[in-house]
């Protein structure tokens, strides 16, 4: 199964990648590194994670505050958003389809 990213979800992430270089050398790299074993979880097992709506999963991030809001569709996992915990919750919700998938 193949994945996608929203636009605003990719600049989400260069952001706290971005804001974690910052802080302390590789860090940065290890929160991408986080990312990407989470959303090979989800590729694995795209169902085994919470719904948070109709159409919204979410899977949270080992060692960072992070979790990533998805969308299980016929053919791929949409990434929706990669949102720190303590945002604003369900701000991402115009990036989801309303209707199943």
Known sequence: ?????????RLELESAMDYYESK????????L?????SIQRIINFPEA??????NARRCLINRF???IIYQKR???IF???????????????NRT???KI
Not at 1 to 9: D, L, R, T, V
Not at 33 to 37: C, L, M, P, V
């Open 24 to 31: 302390q050398v590789k860090i940065g790299l290890e929160f």
């Open 97 to 99: 389809a309303r209707k």
């Open 49 to 54: 994670f919470p719904k948070i709506s109709e």
């Open 74 to 76: 016929i053919d791929e």
């Open 33 to 37: 590194e986080e990312i990407y074993s």
């Open 65 to 67: 505050p992070f979790t």
């Open 1 to 9: 199964m193949i994945y996608k990213f929203h636009p605003e979800a």
């Open 79 to 93: 990434i929706v958003a990669i949102t720190h915990l303590a945002r604003k919750p369900g701000y991402w919700n």
